[in-house]
């Protein structure tokens, strides 16, 4: 069968003599995986297009599992992506989400789409963290895990300081932290921001202004959602995770 679909590459690997597996998270067929054979030839027209992050045009033939690529057109080859350390390692951490994380029924065309809007934000410099975060929120509702900020989870409570309970799903009011040893107090701001995160599309994204201080609380907020509920140990956030110990 003939497939033709728009997708981005969120995994390349060599194989074989010259040839390398990508996976595409696609407009349409969710995530493929695709044979570009002779990829790795200095001369292939192909091997652009089995360059991470690469969005483009693939028309591939498969009958069951993996499809072997015919004709592809790149949309945008995202180069910047691979050149510079701090993009390479959000971008790398962006995929691998999609890649390891998410279930297939989850790949949606939503997701293509917030993929790409965040693909875009960081190659149009847009603020990394704010992004990154936008994207795990977008990945931990797709995957079933959208946490609720709206109310107390315990008791409904609206007002008053809220602190962030990973494991109870949401916010927890003055009256019920006790409830989890772990919850995260949140300043208003920092709330704000989440419940902005919780609806917003990524291809909406402007340059928010958030004080690094907002920033810091949001980074340990987003870690411990992500640690109850994706769990899954990904080298592109260790990766991350040291850039930050050393300041890279
Ligand atoms: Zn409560």
Known sequence: MQVRVEGIVIRSMDYGEGNKIVTLLTNTHGKAGVIIRGAKKIKSRHGSLSQLFTHGEYLFFRNSGLGTLTHGE???SHHILREQLDLTAYSSYAAELVDRALQEEDASAFI????????????????????????????L??????PEFGECVSCGNTVGAMALSAHAGGVLCSRCTYKDAQA??????????????????????????????TKQQLKGAMRLLMDAHIGIPLKSRSFLDQMDRYSI
């Open 141 to 146: 509702q797709a995957a079933g895990y959208g």
């Open 74 to 76: 790149i949309i945008e």
């Open 184 to 213: 995260f107090p949140l300043s208003e701001s920092a709330l704000k921001l989440l419940r902005l995160y919780q609806r917003m599309d990524l291809r909406r994204l402007g340059n928010i202004q958030v004080k690094d201080e």
């Open 112 to 139: 293509y789409e917030q993929l790409k809007a965040c693909l875009n934000a960081f190659a149009e410099g847009k603020d990394l963290l704010v992004t990154i975060q936008l994207f795990e929120m977008k990945i």
